[in-house]
T-cell receptor, first 113, second 112 residues
Framework: DTAVSQTPKYLVTQMGNDKSIKCEQN?????MYWYKQDSKKFLKIMFS???????INETVPNRFSPKSPDKAHLNLHINSLELGDSAVYFC????????????FGPGTRLTVT | ELKVEQNPLFLSMQEGKNYTIYCNYS?????LYWYRQDPGKSLESLFV?????AVKQEGRLMASLDTKARLSTLHITAAVHDLSATYFC????????????FGQGTILTVHP
């Protein structure tokens, strides 16, 4: 059973397009996250939702919009894709409370050409 | 703003040798996390250190936390090739609920 799943695994698209990445967790966790990992492997948090409520909204272009239809799902929509958006995007989840470890999904490798 | 720094960033080891990866963080935190990432893969949780003086061991890896020194270490004993991966430490911090700040990662390569 996959704990945190993401689709698609790979996404290749052209500049200016709009795309979405979906994330689902079956761990019963209350909090979900989106991270961006750049080409140097640096990981940075983008957003966090707790029970469908936006908790963390880091300095991210407003072309990125997260949506949480329920606490098991957190999707990421990106408008007007740019070359600099190329990265691996990871979804993660944890129990409520930041003392709990975060479980990461397999990642979505986004390539913008 | 919380900063998390790992040292070294690149580590090439021979099998059978011992080494330590250091993780320093800039603001007070009473917990620290270690993750492992294999090439092209996701992050796997290795250790969760929840108090000052915490020490955890799993196989050839041992992690410790000194909150007063704002330092965590990941010690590798008698390295084997299977340990080759990137290791990240992460600390919670700031006022944002659930926010983890990651170190830059240490790329470990174990040679025969």
């Amino acid at each position: 059973d996959t704990a945190v799943s993401q689709t698609p695994k790979y996404l290749v698209t052209q500049m200016g397009n709009d795309k979405s990445i979906k994330c689902e967790q079956n761990l019963g966790h209350d909090t979900m996250y989106w991270y961006k990992q750049d080409s140097k492997k640096f990981l940075k948090i983008m957003f966090s939702y707790n029970n469908k409520e936006l908790i963390i909204n880091e300095t991210v272009p407003n072309r990125f919009s997260p949506k949480s239809p329920d606490k098991a799902h957190l999707n990421l929509h990106i408008n007007s894709l740019e070359l600099g958006d190329s990265a691996v995007y990871f979804c993660a989840s944890s129990q409520e409370g930041f003392s709990y470890e975060q479980y990461f999904g397999p990642g979505t490798r986004l390539t913008v050409t | 703003e919380l900063k998390v720094e790992q040292n070294p960033l690149f580590l090439s080891m021979q099998e059978g040798k011992n080494y330590t990866i250091y993780c320093n963080y800039s603001t007070t935190s009473d917990r620290l996390y270690w993750y492992r990432q294999d090439p092209g893969k996701s992050l796997e949780s290795l250790f969760v250190l929840l108090s000052n003086g915490a020490v955890k061991q799993e196989g050839r890896l041992m992690a410790s936390l000194d909150t007063k020194a704002r330092l965590s270490t990941l010690h590798i004993t008698a390295a084997v090739h299977d340990l080759s991966a990137t290791y990240f430490c992460a600390a919670p911090g700031g006022t944002s609920y659930g926010k983890l700040t990651f170190g830059q990662g240490t790329i470990l390569t174990v040679h025969p």
